[in-house]
């Protein structure tokens, strides 16, 4: 028997958001945290959940679990001042899990068999990610605004969540942490694991202005609709 966990990170800053807490903010009639949620709620796969959210924020995450009846969620807790601290305090509180899904709470459209896929690759190679090939064309440019290279498309992947690990590897990761990273995949990436990266969706959007918020429920709304 496997025990699965789910770190759900929400304990960002929402600078882009125009002064409103994205994770509670409305999306088709419920705080965009309430959709995250349900998802793993409702993943067959998932054993236990819990919420990072900012440490003002975290009585009235405490509510929505009550309110919805979140039975998979077994705590709620604080954050730290980056994401990957947020992920860390997530870590500590999961109890007896031998594999481990992290989500970012502003990605409330992810779909049960986006997990499970997710849970499935990294089942051969102890880590997996889902990501979306590149279509723009992208530039590396210098801090100058010149550019300095153009590296191949046909390798370059933008990088969603879950990301799911291994618990002893990503535990490891994040115990020999050095300075900031943007993905947990990259800690573990620096340790030497290989990790394998799957197809994400392009619904699995991140909220991060208020446009993202329209189409998000868009997508929504969309599913509801059959």
Known sequence: MRKVGAVIVAAGASRRMGGVNKIFANLAGKPLLAHTVKVFQQCSSIDQVVIVLNEDKVEEGRRLVKEYGWSKVSEVCPGGPRRQDSVKEGLQRLTGCQWVVIHDGARPCLSPDLI?????????SGAAIAALPVTDTIKVVSPSSFVEETPPRQRLWAVQTPQVFRFDIISEAYRKAQGDVTDD???????????KVYPGSEANIKVTTPEDLVLAEAIIKSRERG
């Open 116 to 124: 499970e896929r997710g849970l499935e690759e990294a089942g051969h």
């Open 185 to 195: 995949a990259t800690l573990v990436e620096n340790l030497g694991y290989k990790v």
